[in-house]
């Protein structure tokens, strides 16, 4: 149990430190920063499983997560986004409308309880997760460096490249988490996984830290 909260917090720490450097040092811009953060973080995943797995411990990790970025969130937003955050490696430099980092370890969160309720579930939660991190990830990256048509907006914050880009990253985390997990691969279930992702990503405003776990994670108890 020890050796799960270390490797994590541990982990989470020099995920921040290598992204606050990078950004220092001009290698990546303030959304690049954040989107490795965002990208990276999802990792923590599977050292709970294999340390924390089956236990209440799988929930305490992120609701700690939780509580620090809304305190942070809440920081910048009283200091009207004068000041950094204090997890400064996910949020944006200044107010935002929603709290989407929030919502990140909020899922985290649940996907820890949901799978505590049925060991069935875990690798479904996880994949959830990984279609989050990866698809959103991704999506956010590409979507503000294309051009032509796949600059097209599908809604005010989505474009086609964009979406694109989630569909496939979604399923190449979804492939990690399988290959970590020494799961099965369905090409066409990874298909659908993708299309789910991708969908379930458009409303964006920080919700999709919402809607893509928990709607990638139900298609995948139906698919797996």
């Not at 990208?39 to 209440?56: A, D, E, P, R």
């Not at 405003?205 to 893509?212: A, Q, Y």
Request: proline residues 3%; charged residues 15%; hydrophobic residues 50%.
């Amino acid at each position: 149990m020890v050796l799960g909260y270390l490797f994590s917090y541990i982990y989470v720490f020099i995920i921040l430190l290598i992204a606050a450097v990078a950004e220092k040092k001009q290698l990546l811009g303030q959304e690049g920063r954040r989107k490795l953060v965002h990208i990276l973080l999802v990792f923590t995943w599977l050292i709970m499983l294999k340390y924390l797995k089956g236990t209440i411990h799988m929930i305490v990790i992120p609701l700690s997560f939780v509580i620090l970025n809304l305190l942070s969130y809440l920081k910048a937003k009283k200091d009207d986004g004068s000041n950094i955050p204090i997890l400064s490696g996910m949020e944006r430099k200044g107010v935002e409308e929603t709290p989407g980092t929030v919502y990140y370890a909020l899922s985290i969160m649940i996907m820890g309880g949901f799978s505590l309720l049925n060991e069935e579930w875990v690798i479904p939660c996880g994949m959830g997760l990984f279609c989050m991190a990866f698809g959103d990830g991704m999506a956010g990256i590409v979507g503000k460096h294309v051009s032509g048509i796949f600059a097209n907006r599908i809604t005010s914050e989505k474009s086609l490249g964009g979406s694109i880009a989630c569909f496939v990253f979604s399923i190449l985390g979804c492939v990690l988490l399988l290959m970590f997990t020494k799961q099965e691969i369905v090409l066409l279930k990874m298909f659908i996984m993708g299309v789910t992702c991708m969908l379930l990503e458009l409303p964006g405003k920080g919700i999709d830290n919402l809607t893509v776990p928990f709607g990638c994670m139900t298609m995948a108890i139906l698919l797996l």
